[in-house]
Nanobody, 124 residues
């Protein structure tokens, strides 16, 4: 059993920055991948970024255009997403995820665990 809890969402003006965090608890694994998906109203769930258990490998959606950075925070069970130069189109519920396999990291069905999500609203 794995629980994922996001934090850091909120309201920010366009061009601003926000940092999200995700803490994982419960069962631990030797190898895993943590990351973020997002979903805006009326849109399908979209891959944002992922990171390997050791923090050595990262993966980003092309649409993020280098504005977002995923990183491991101290322990392997915590991950952050630094979001810079935010745009109104970044407004969405951001979900923390965990996958046991590196297969389909860019697709929602490849995820094994999901957090409840945290809302990010970018105003213009």
């Amino acid at each position: 059993q794995v629980q994922l809890v996001e934090s850091g969402g909120g309201l920010v003006q366009a061009g601003g920055s926000l940092r999200l965090s995700c803490a994982a608890s419960g069962r631990t694994f030797s190898t895993y991948y943590m990351g973020w998906f997002r979903q805006a109203p009326g849109k399908e769930r979209e891959f944002v970024a992922a990171i390997s258990w050791n923090g050595a490998s990262t993966l980003y959606a092309d649409s993020m255009k280098g504005r977002f950075t995923i990183s491991r925070v101290n322990a392997k069970n915590t991950v952050s997403l630094q979001m810079n130069s935010l745009k109104p189109e970044d407004t969405a519920v951001y979900y923390c995820t965990m996958a046991r396999s590196s297969t389909n990291l860019r697709e929602a069905h490849g995820m094994d665990y999901w957090g409840k999500g945290t809302l990010v609203t970018v105003s213009s």
